[in-house]
Structure formats: structure tokens, C-alpha cells
Nanobody, 125 residues
Framework: QVQLVESGGGSVQAGGSLRLSCAATGTTSSGSPFSIYGMGWYRQAPGKEREMVALIATRGGSTNIADSVKGRFTISRGNAENTVSLQMNSLEPEDTAVYYC?????????????WGQGTQVTVSS
């Protein structure tokens, strides 16, 4: 079973920093490899829909950052394969949400995606 294992998160005051990390582990039920082409972070605040925060291509490293966090958040690939981190600086109370790691790729010729369990980020004013 493919799993996305998240770490980081927590509570911080406005203006502070946090770092989230995510690693894709395990194998598919068929035994075929899960070939990841992109990983990223989404977040969901209470009463709101889940929204994209930052995405990164596993090959090439191109990124897509939400306007609301541009200049404050940085997404990067980890040294280990299929890992990704999100460095969050100058945090604002509006950044309070559950943050979810996502991985998109292929199992054989079929597209597949997986989600982490979510990690809480709370920013107090």
C-alpha cells in the first residue's frame, strides 16, 4: 500500500515559521511501481474547500505556488527520492488549516494519486 507520511506542522505565532515534510513509501497492491511525476501540498481550513498551496515536478523541479503564499512558502524536493518539503515563513492566522501532502503519478499506464492523512498548522495572532 502506498502511503504518504507527513511530518512537521504544529502551532506558531504570526510571523513565525514551520516546515512540513512528506515521504511516499510502500508499494501498490498490484506490485507495479508507482511512478510519481508530481508532489505537492494542499490545505483545508474549517468551513472551506481544500485548496492547492504548492506543487513541484519530481523531474525538473518546476513549481506552482498559490498566490496567497507566494513569497512566503517554498516547496522543494528532498534528498531522498519521492520526498517533498514545504518551508513556511511569515505565517499568518489565515494560513491556519490542515495541510495534506499529495502525490500524482502512474501505476503502469494508469494515472493514480495518493493523499497523506493531514497535519494541523495553527497560526495565532
Amino acid at each position: 500500500q502506498v502511503q504518504l507520511v507527513e511530518s512537521g506542522g504544529g502551532s506558531v505565532q504570526a510571523g513565525g515559521s514551520l516546515r512540513l515534510s512528506c515521504a511516499a513509501t510502500g508499494t501498490t497492491s498490484s506490485g507495479s511501481p508507482f511512478s510519481i511525476y508530481g508532489m505537492g501540498w494542499y490545505r483545508q481550513a474549517p468551513g472551506k474547500e481544500r485548496e492547492m498551496v504548492a506543487l513541484i515536478a519530481t523531474r525538473g523541479g518546476s513549481t506552482n505556488i498559490a498566490d496567497s503564499v507566494k513569497g512566503r512558502f517554498t516547496i522543494s524536493r528532498g534528498n531522498a527520492e519521492n520526498t517533498v518539503s514545504l518551508q513556511m515563513n511569515s505565517l499568518e492566522p489565515e494560513d491556519t488549516a490542515v495541510y495534506y501532502c499529495n502525490a500524482e503519478g502512474y501505476i503502469g499506464t494508469k494515472r493514480a494519486g495518493y493523499w497523506g492523512q493531514g497535519t494541523q498548522v495553527t497560526v495565532s495572532s
